[in-house]
Structures are given as C-alpha cells and as structure tokens.
C-alpha cells in the first residue's frame, strides 16, 4: 500500500516562499512519475506539475511556470514543490500524486485520472 503524506504548507504573505514535501512510503517511485495539484474552495482540482524521473522530463501549468519548482530526493522517497513569489490565487490545498500510465502524455498527466495514489493534502493560504 502506497502512503504520501504532503507537509510545508501555511500562511504566507503575498511575494513569500514556501516549500511543499511528498514523502511517500511503500513504493519507491525513483523512476516514475510524480504530480502536484491543488484545489480551491469551490473549485475542481487543477494540475500544478508532473515531473518523470525516468525521462527527465517535467511540464509545469503556466499559471505557476517560472515561479513553482519541482525537485527530488529519490534516497528519501520525498518530492518537493518549491513556490517562489506566491501570489492569493495560489490559495488552496496541494496534493501530491503518483502517476500510474505508462506515458508521459500532457494531456494525460494534466488529468487526476491519470494518478493513483494521493496525500492527504496541505493547505497553502496566501494573504494579499
């Protein structure tokens, strides 16, 4: 059974910083893929970024292109979302997610249909 458990997130002011962590427990995921998302109150859960170790690959939505950063430590089994200059639309909770197709395909890996495993999420709140 795979467990991701999202930490990082808060409160911060609008222009702030924040780094989100997926640690994942019962599958190493050293060579897949790994996606973030997020969903505002009222809202349906959106893309972030997806990011494929094996092909070295990584396609970020463009509403955060430029200021989020995805990295990894695959000897911890963590994956980290960096988010540079945060603005108040970037208030939601953020979940971390494992790819289960094979392809790494835009339009697949924009869709939480395409993941399997998710986190618990945490709450990032930006204040203007």
């Known amino acids: 059974q795979v467990q991701l458990v999202e930490s990082g997130g808060g409160l911060v002011q609008a222009g702030g910083s924040l780094r989100l962590s997926c640690a994942a427990s019962?599958?190493?995921?050293?060579?897949?893929?790994m996606g973030w998302f997020r969903q505002a109150p009222g809202k349906e859960r959106e893309f972030v970024v997806a990011?494929?170790?094996?092909?070295?690959?990584?396609y970020y939505a463009d509403s955060v292109k430029g200021r989020f950063s995805i990295s990894r430590d695959n000897a911890r089994n963590t994956v980290y979302l960096e988010m540079n200059s945060l603005k108040p639309e970037d208030t939601a909770v953020y979940y971390c997610?494992?790819?289960?197709?094979?392809?790494?395909?835009?339009?697949?890996?924009?869709?939480?249909?395409?993941?399997?495993?998710w986190g618990q999420g945490t709450q990032v709140t930006v204040s203007s």
């Open positions: 997610a494992t790819y289960k197709r094979g392809l790494f395909l835009i339009s697949w890996v924009r869709d939480t249909s395409s993941y399997d495993y």
């Open positions: 019962g599958r190493t995921f050293s060579t897949g893929t």
């Open positions: 990011d494929s170790w094996s092909t070295g690959r990584t």
